[in-house]
C-alpha cells in the first residue's frame, strides 16, 4: 500500500504529534518556554505543502510536564502561540492544539494512546472522519494512537520500523509532505 492508493483529498484529516514532529524533542527534559521551541528543518516548509491537501490539520500532544507542574498551562499556550504564529506567517496552517497534562501514570484516556484528544477534535469538528484521518507521530503511542482510533498511521524516524501499527514509514514531516505532493 502507498500513499497514492489512498486518494487522499481535501475532505481528509491530518493528526500530528508535536515533539519530534513539529519541533525537536529534548533529551530527558520538556520545552518549557518559546526560547526552548525549535522547528525541525523542513516543518514550515512542510506544513505550507499540506495546508490545502486537507480539511483539518490538529495537533496532538501529551504534555505531563504540566502534571509534573514542570510549567503551567499558561506557559503552553504562549509556546503554542508562538508556533501557531511562525507556521500561519509561513503559509502553513494549524487549525487546533489538544493536549493532555495528565501524568503517563494516570492511565488518563485522554492521554496517547488513549483517543480522548481524536474524540474532542471530532466534537469541535463533527466532519472529521477517522477512516479517512492521518497521525503522524514519532513514538509508538502515536502509532497505537492512530490505529485504537481507526486512522492511518505515519512513522517519523530516521530509522524505519516494522509494526503491525505503521502503516508508512518517512524521516520527516517534510519527506512526507513531498510524498503527497502532486508538484514535487
Same mark, same amino acid.
Given at each position: 500500500?502507498?500513499? $497514492?492508493?489512498?486518494?487522499?483529498?481535501?475532505?481528509?484529516?491530518? !493528526?500530528?504529534?508535536?515533539?519530534?514532529?513539529?519541533?525537536?524533542?529534548l533529551e530527558n527534559d520538556y520545552v518549557k518556554h518559546t526560547t526552548e521551541f525549535e522547528f525541525i528543518d523542513g516543518v514550515l516548509n512542510a506544513l505550507r505543502i /499540506?495546508?490545502? /491537501?486537507? $480539511?483539518?490539520?490538529?495537533?496532538?500532544?501529551?504534555?505531563?510536564? +504540566?502534571?509534573?507542574? +514542570?510549567?503551567?498551562?499558561?506557559?503552553?499556550?504562549l509556546i503554542h502561540q508562538n508556533m501557531l504564529y511562525e507556521i500561519s506567517y509561513l503559509k502553513g496552517r494549524i487549525d487546533k492544539i489538544y493536549y493532555a497534562p495528565q501524568l503517563a501514570s494516570e492511565n488518563h484516556p485522554y492521554r496517547k494512546p488513549g483517543i480522548g484528544m481524536a474524540l474532542q477534535a471530532k466534537q469541535d469538528f463533527p466532519d472529521i472522519d477517522f477512516s479517512k484521518s492521518i497521525i503522524v507521530g514519532d513514538s509508538m503511542s502515536d502509532m497505537e494512537f492512530g490505529k485504537n482510533a481507526g486512522m492511518k498511521t505515519v512513522y517519523i524516524s530516521n530509522e524505519p520500523k516494522t509494526n503491525e501499527l505503521i502503516d508508512?514509514? !518517512?524521516k520527516s514531516l517534510i519527506y512526507f509532505a513531498h510524498s503527497l505532493s502532486t508538484n514535487w
Open positions: 500500500m502507498t500513499l $497514492k492508493n489512498l486518494n487522499i483529498d481535501n475532505t481528509w484529516t491530518l !493528526f500530528l504529534d508535536r515533539d519530534g514532529v513539529i519541533n525537536k524533542k /499540506l495546508n490545502p /491537501l486537507f $480539511k483539518h490539520i490538529v495537533v496532538v500532544t501529551n504534555q505531563q510536564c +504540566i502534571g509534573k507542574r +514542570i510549567i503551567f498551562p499558561e506557559d503552553l499556550e508508512f514509514n !518517512f
